[in-house]
Nanobody, 120 residues
């Protein structure tokens, strides 16, 4: 079992930045960030493997950066140039996988989420 706890959410204006953190009880090979806006399905934002391979959704590519500190069992999401459409609950997810994925079905462990609100 893997426990995940997110932090770092908040309210910012359009164009601002936030850094999300996810502390895990243990590091898995694949970890990712997802988000869910009210009335919408949960979508993958960024994913990464232990050795550094990453993937991003087209909507955040060039603005968000996923990184991990395996010594601290922590996953990060640096979010720059935030837009109102980035608003939502952001979830950390973990899985034992060999390639990065943005599919919710491929993750076994989930955190409770941290809210991000971007105002125009």
């Amino acid at each position: 079992q893997v426990q995940l706890v997110e932090s770092g959410g908040g309210s910012v204006q359009s164009g601002g930045s936030l850094r999300l953190s996810c502390t895990a009880s243990r590091v898995t090979s694949s970890m990712a960030w997802f988000r869910q806006a009210p009335g919408k399905e949960r979508e993958g934002v960024a994913a990464g493997l232990t050795h550094g391979s990453t993937t991003y959704s087209d909507s955040v590519k060039g603005r968000f950066t996923i990184s991990r500190d395996n010594a601290k069992n922590t996953l990060y999401l640096q979010m720059n140039s935030l837009k109102p459409e980035d608003t939502g609950m952001y979830y950390c997810a973990a899985a034992w996988a060999l390639r990065p994925s943005l599919k919710t079905s491929e993750f076994d462990y989930w955190g409770q989420g941290t809210q991000v609100t971007v105002s125009s």
